[in-house]
């Protein structure tokens, strides 16, 4: 008998075919085969990195909406090494490849990126803490997936490699492996229409990460 999936599986197998092309996407692909262009990968760290105070807002309602002090401490946690760790290795990103001064800045939303900010915006303010847990799942798996794969096959160029490796394990890892948890302990226990809700969240969170990607191509 085959074993039944988890909660989080069972979002993953729903978006499943989506879930396949954001890990072909070509951003991807070229990190992989270390054949990024080195101004591609400038931008797409401003891009990040003006995606860092986004993810921060939604952090914050996550934090506010979770349901006890135990989920609550450790989010903040997470808080505080999103506005603090990022923001030092985005610094050193920028200094190593060797950025102008006033390209050391995140970029807005904006065209193909907006997308995600929209997602995450939108959820966090306006609906509950698993709701919020299901779109910061879909990004940060994919990033654990994604990274763990091209970490086989380190770039020869540190920048790349580090921001590679930040994303295949650590403290990372151990962030996918508690999100994955919380869901699958509270997902199972949510209305059908609330089960339905995270799943579509998850799938557009996903569906966002495709554009938000190419942006980094201009």
């Not at 990968?41 to 914050?60: H, K, N, P, S």
Request: with cysteine.
């Amino acid at each position: 008998m085959a074993t039944p999936l988890t909660f989080c599986q069972s979002l993953l197998a729903e978006a499943q075919t989506t879930w396949d092309a954001v890990l072909d996407h070509r951003f991807f692909r070229e990190v992989e085969a270390d054949t990024l262009a080195d101004e591609v990968f400038a931008r797409y760290l401003r891009i990040e990195y003006g995606f860092v105070d986004t993810a921060a807002v939604a952090l914050g309602y996550a934090v506010a909406k979770a349901p006890s002090f135990r989920e609550r401490r450790h989010l903040a946690f997470n808080l505080y090494g999103l506005t603090t760790d990022q923001q030092q290795f985005f610094a050193a990103a920028f200094e190593r490849i060797g950025a102008p001064e006033d390209q050391r800045t995140g970029l807005p939303p904006h065209g193909a990126s907006a997308a995600l900010h929209d997602v995450f915006l939108g959820v966090a303010r306006t609906q509950g803490y698993e709701e919020i847990l299901a779109c910061t799942l879909a990004a940060e798996w994919l990033y654990l997936t994604w990274c763990s794969r091209a970490h086989r096959t380190p770039s020869a160029r540190p920048a790349i490699r580090d921001w590679v490796a930040l994303h295949a394990g650590g403290a990372f890892a151990e962030g996918v492996d508690w999100v994955q948890a919380e869901l699958d302990d509270r997902g199972p226990r949510l209305s059908v229409e609330r089960r339905a809700r995270l799943g579509e969240v998850f799938a557009r969170a996903l569906a966002a990460e495709i554009p938000f990607h190419a942006a980094a191509y201009g």
